[in-house]
């Protein structure tokens, strides 16, 4: 597939499209997103409605309304538009332009632009973007230019007839219109957990002379119609969008009508500013330059961005959704995805957003013993779907059989266990890259024992092997469920036990105090501890067998042995979910994404002989049917210094999005929106592949290797509060250690030791 079908590219930062497909517009949407972590506005121009999947998914928004999903919810849109010039009404609207439209997305500070002309040379030229200072804010500058017509009838307002994926989520609509203020606002409810919503939008005509304002009430919606006079010509409006919930603050409607007073007060260009200085910051620490490509440099940017804007880091009691802010799919919340994809990003960089999103486990803890008790465990089971309250969030039923319309009872929610020691591992890379023991002590800790005890309810003694086992499982190939002593897991599970082991001998030893509080609250008992102990010592670990293969889960080299494509034909609806409990790939070696490669990824255990057998026995095997995939293979393919192939797969991955590659339905469910775990997959690739990164006891360490398409590569990390500059190219490894840093930066490269004292550089050749 071609790219410029897709989009072009002007430069490392923007992309251009310049014409609307229909069949795209989904993708559109959630591709030019505009957001922050608060909010997520698709990228739909002015005109659009919920037809053209317009929509604003406001975090921490949680309603139920079809009894089966529960999912954010999406703002009524306060930067609704029609234009009416001499009576016509005028948009760009798929199938029936009266406009040719191009539009560019500026990754660097998230900046949505439209410029169209229609009938007359007559221009509309129209900017936003979610501001990164004030998180409540989408600012907007509007404009028509080359107007000879006289009579021009603007529509705006605020409508709350908005795209919503399982049900409709706000009623009980009030609104109100202060013309002295230039003020308007739409409240209302969700239907089911009954948070109160706010929309305010606030506009000023800063060309242009308003001749009259007609406001229009309808049941969801307020209007005014607004008829101009241009002023050389020209017509511009700048607009500004607030959006609060009674989650944020007790009087959520007063809080929007400020903003949008002081939004007024200031000036669009003003407020970009703003917002511009807080990416700044972020993209000293968080770019990564690709030199050589700029289609790949772009696609990167367009992968960082990504995973920052749908990560709350404002908050320590939200989570990643699996598809961000960018629309309402996978109910904006947190999968596996967000500690072993999404985070990894920031446990180098911004360490306080990876702190929060850690802490947001902390704050889950009660749901997530919630659900071990009622499956009949101990400790903290996480949930499969995770959202506000960390109660389980996934439907027993998730896909349906397509060709019956039967559904199908998926045990994604209570047999995908390994979520819960994921965790686990996160606290532990988390403490290694940061050394930040307060956060372990005072909120990890607790995880940590309470993953543990899950895991101890949850092994079976097999007394004739005389080891430990875990029995009917699903691992991250999700096509095979009820699986015993999936690799993967039990690899997570004796290290969730181990870390939980070690971090109680350091509290004991270091922090007896506060071990005797937290085992108080938890009632922890000392017999639990030895237990863990005998079960990470006797937890069954499928070792690399005679040809070094590890078997996926038991059974799994027994089952057929065919390919994705020999699947694919004996799909009889194109739909169809692959996998259990009759799906074609169920009784196959098929799988559907990285499982005993993803335990590479994470451990270092194995030797690159079985990381090689591996890697060339599950690749052919593996559909890469989730995006979580591709870029799991990419690090391991790096670890084998097989650089080309990383590059292959960073093509997979990181244009999964950006030229819909990934089908927006499956098994009756719609699964599109921005793969928030493959495009923070895209830094691992980079960091963790190509340079090679890895963490441990020891400290850190580069194994970097580049391919040929890329002539450098350049990034910064922040290691324990040090900063430094990392450059790649095929001659060269350079590491900068940043002057400001308070103590010598340490780190082994191809297991050769380096130290460098603030402001030094090290050029090794490779
Ligand atoms: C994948 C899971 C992932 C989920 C959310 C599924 O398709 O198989 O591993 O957690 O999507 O991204």
């Not at 659009?48 to 849109?77: F, H, I, M, R």
């Not at 089971?381 to 959202?387: E, Q, T, V």
């Not at 004796?494 to 937290?518: C, D, G, S």
Request: proline share 2%; with cysteine.
């Amino acid at each position: 597939m071609n790219h410029q079908d897709f989009f072009k590219v002007k430069d490392g930062w923007n992309l251009e499209i310049e014409s609307i497909k229909e069949e795209q517009l989904v993708h559109f949407g959630s591709n030019l997103l505009c957001g922050n972590g608060y909010l997520g506005y698709r990228g739909t121009l002015d005109e659009w409605n919920k037809e053209q999947y317009q929509a604003c998914v406001v975090t921490d928004t949680y309603d139920l309304a079809d009894g089966k999903w529960k999912e954010l919810s999406n703002s009524p849109n306060a930067l609704t538009t029609e234009l009416k010039i001499d009576g016509e009404r005028l948009g760009d609207y798929p199938g029936q332009n009266e406009m040719t439209t191009k539009l560019n997305f500026n990754y660097k500070y998230g900046i949505f632009r439209r410029k169209s002309i229609a009938d007359k040379n007559i221009e509309v030229v129209s900017e936003r973007f979610a501001s990164f200072d004030n998180l409540h804010l989408i600012a907007n500058n509007f404009q028509i230019n080359n107007i000879e017509a006289n009579e021009i009838e603007l529509k705006i307002g605020i409508n709350g007839d908005v795209w919503d994926l399982n049900g409709t989520h706000l009623e009980n609509f009030t609104g109100e219109y202060n013309s002295n203020k230039n003020t308007l606002y739409l409240k209302a409810n969700t239907v089911e957990s009954k948070i109160t919503l706010v929309t305010a939008l606030s506009f000023k005509f800063k060309k242009g002379k308003i001749k009259n304002i007609k406001v229009e009430n309808e049941e969801k919606s307020i209007y005014l119609l607004v008829s101009v006079d241009a002023e050389s010509d020209r017509i511009v409006l700048a607009r500004n969008m607030i959006v609060y919930s009674s989650n944020d603050l007790a009087n959520p409607l007063q809080a929007a009508l400020n903003d949008a007073a002081a939004a007024l007060e200031s000036s669009f260009e003003n407020l970009r500013r703003e917002h511009q200085a807080v990416w700044d910051k972020k993209w000293e620490l968080m770019d990564i330059k690709v030199r050589g490509n700029l289609l790949d440099q772009l696609a990167v940017r367009f992968n960082l961005y990504h995973n920052i804007i749908a990560a709350p880091a404002h908050s320590e009691r939200l989570p990643i959704g699996a598809r961000g802010l960018s629309c309402q799919a996978y109910q904006g919340a947190a999968f596996w995805d967000q500690e072993i994809f999404n985070l990894p990003m920031f446990l180098f960089t911004e360490t306080e957003t990876a702190k929060n999103i850690l802490k947001y486990r902390y704050h889950t803890l009660k749901g997530a013993r919630k659900k071990a008790e009622e499956l009949g465990y101990a400790g903290a089971f996480y949930a499969w779907i995770s959202g506000k309250t960390g109660e389980e969030l996934c439907p027993s039923f998730f896909f349906k059989d397509v060709i019956s319309g039967r559904k199908i009872r998926n045990h994604f929610n209570d047999w995908q266990i390994h979520v819960s020691p994921d965790i686990s591992y996160a606290i532990w890379k988390y403490y290694l890259a940061t050394e930040d023991i307060d956060f372990v002590i005072n909120y990890g800790s607790e995880i940590l024992f309470e993953v543990a005890r899950f895991l101890h309810s949850r092994v079976h003694y097999n007394q004739y092997q005389d080891h430990y086992e875990i029995i009917r499982l699903l691992g991250p190939d999700e096509y095979h469920e009820n699986v015993d002593n999936n690799a993967f897991t039990n690899y997570q599970t004796q290290f969730a036990l181990k870390k939980a082991l070690y971090f109680y001998h350091k509290m004991e030893n270091e922090y007896p105090e506060k071990l005797e509080m937290l085992k108080e609250k938890i009632n922890l008992l000392e017999s639990e501890i030895t237990s863990w102990q005998q079960i990470a010592e006797k937890i069954y670990l499928p070792c690399p067998d005679q040809d070094n293969l590890i078997e996926q889960f038991d059974g799994y080299f027994d089952l057929e042995d065919t390919t994705a494509e020999v699947l694919e034909e004996r799909l009889i609806n194109q739909d169809e979910y692959w996998g259990w409990p009759n799906g074609v790939a169920v009784f196959t070696q098929v799988i559907k994404q990285a499982d005993v490669i993803q335990l590479f990824t994470l451990h270092d255990i194995f030797s690159e002989t079985v990381l090689a057998a591996n890697y060339d026995y599950y690749e052919p095997r593996t559909q890469h049917g989730s995006s979580l995939s591709p870029s799991q293979y990419a690090v391991v393919a790096a670890r084998l210094g097989r650089a080309e192939e990383t590059y292959n797969y960073f093509k997979k991955s990181a244009f999964i999005d950006l030229m819909s590659t990934n089908k927006a339905v499956s098994g009756g469910t719609f699964i599109g929106g921005i793969h928030t775990a493959a495009a923070g997959g895209i830094w691992q690739l980079i960091v963790n592949g190509f340079a090679g990164l890895k963490i441990d006891k020891e400290g850190l360490s580069f194994k970097p290797v580049l391919c040929q398409e890329w002539r450098e590569v350049e990034f910064n990390l922040n290691y324990r509060n040090k900063k430094f500059k990392v450059i790649l190219n095929k001659n060269i490894f350079q590491l900068k250690a940043n002057v400001e840093n308070n103590e010598i930066l340490e780190s082994n490269v191809f297991e050769k030791k380096y130290m460098l004292k603030p402001g030094e550089e090290v050029k090794i050749e490779l």
